[in-house]
């Protein structure tokens, strides 16, 4: 993979740049070397932000979010779930947004709540409880239902 991105920064492949430093990033991950996968995540992901890319940007985020939880790290975690959601639900990613409902699920369950709810106490019927947006009421009903590969790492 360090080969695959030094070929992909020769040729000024912003998209094989960014995917190149979130497969090294994996590996780092595999090898448990936590804070060099969290550096490579950041790194891929200021790539993609510029460049515009949503589903790369969303598992870069989403897999900084698994990090910060495996640190405990749960406001960020959830802050970053929130972004990575947004972007799943533009492109209209249903297993992407199902993986990132799961995940906040698990942050919430952490936080010592048993369940993460659409619908209960104080929030508006149909909001997702604990997210920002006020107005994001479900996530997109358009989404295809297929996705290539698996895990946290496969945009």
């Known amino acids: 993979h360090a080969e695959s991105l030094e070929i992909n920064r020769r040729s000024g492949s912003l998209d094989g740049v960014g995917a190149s430093l979130n497969n090294l990033a994996n590996i780092a991950l595999d090898r448990d070397r936590p804070r060099e996968a969290t550096g490579l995540y950041e790194r891929a992901l200021e790539i993609n932000r510029p460049a515009g890319h949503a589903a790369s940007q969303a598992v870069n985020l989403f897999n900084l979010a698994v990090l910060a939880f495996r640190d405990d790290d749960l406001d960020r975690a959830r802050r970053l779930l929130h972004e990575s959601l947004a972007l799943r639900e533009g ?57 290539t590969g698996s895990g946290p790492s496969c945009p």
Not at 107 to 129: C, K, M, N, T, Y
């Open 91 to 147: 492109i209209d990613d249903r297993f992407g947004v199902a993986e990132v409902l799961a995940q906040l699920a698990r942050v919430s369950v952490r936080e010592g709540h048993p369940q993460l709810r659409r619908d209960g106490p104080g929030s508006p019927e149909g909001r997702i409880a604990g997210d920002p947006d006020p107005h994001r009421t479900s996530p997109s009903q358009n989404a295809p239902s297929w996705r």
